[in-house]
T-cell receptor, first 109, second 115 residues
Framework: DAKTTQPPSMDCAEGRAANLPCNHS???????VYWYRQIHSQGPQYIIH???NNETNEMASLIITEDRKSSTLILPHATLRDTAVYYC??????????FGKGTKLSVKP | DAGITQSPRHKVTETGTPVTLRCHQT?????MYWYRQDPGHGLRLIHY???????DKGEVSDGYSVSRSKTEDFLLTLESATSSQTSVYFC??????????????FGPGTRLTVL
């Protein structure tokens, strides 16, 4: 079972920031939080990952709370092409990514 | 994008026939994974490989076998396909120093239909 919980869906206006929350209250101290997204039936696309500190790359920012029980993925200026299912993931014991149901983000004009 | 290709991209087959899916990478990454994706289940790990001829079972390995004779190729075989194996299959690669410590990159997927 997934170690994370996310809202099933969210809407965002084009050009605005999209803030996607994730709860991972049972995460252990050395487990990274990964974010992926999947557009239609394409292969999942890596976005970002983090352990304790906030992270930023060319795609997004990841804010992890100090107690590490939750995190937020921020897409600073959402576009229509960011419409996808976003997965917040913690790795399983076999090194596999445990995908939950994710959040379906709809970016609207 | 990571250099990962999957073949075929689409396949329709009949129950009881053997099927082999191929994952090919040009990144020289150590780890390779096979996942399946079904509605309501997300992606689930079938098998993975941590080197040439080194493989292990994942969460849903029954009815599947794998082989890795070269670093760049990871084959998934359905010995006798069943309708329950109708799914989308994704290959992933990782250059982790050890299992579970690095980002995985996914291929485009193979859509398999078993009639």
């Amino acid at each position: 079972d997934a170690k994370t919980t996310q809202p099933p869906s969210m809407d965002c206006a084009e050009g605005r920031a999209a803030n996607l929350p994730c709860n991972h209250s049972t995460i252990s101290g050395n487990e990274y939080v990964y974010w992926y997204r999947q557009i239609h039936s394409q292969g999942p696309q890596y976005i970002i990952h983090g352990l304790k500190n906030n992270e930023t790359n060319e795609m997004a920012s990841l804010i992890i709370t100090e107690d590490r029980k939750s995190s937020t993925l921020i897409l600073p200026h959402a576009t229509l092409r960011d419409t996808a299912v976003y997965y917040c993931i913690v790795m399983g014991s076999q090194g596999n990514l445990i995908f939950g149901k994710g959040t379906k983000l709809s970016v609207k004009p | 994008d990571a250099g990962i290709t999957q073949s075929p991209r689409h396949k329709v087959t009949e129950t009881g026939t053997p099927v082999t899916l191929r994952c090919h990478q040009t990144e020289n990454h150590r780890y390779m994974y096979w996942y399946r994706q079904d509605p309501g289940h997300g992606l689930r790990l079938i098998h993975y490989s941590y080197g040439v001829k080194d493989t292990d079972k994942g969460e849903v390995s029954d009815g599947y076998s794998v082989s890795r004779s070269k670093t760049e190729d990871f084959l998934l075989t359905l010995e006798s396909a069943t309708s329950s194996q109708t799914s989308v299959y994704f290959c992933a690669i990782s250059d982790a120093a050890e299992l579970g410590t690095d980002t995985q990159y996914f291929g485009p997927g193979t859509r398999l239909t078993v009639l």
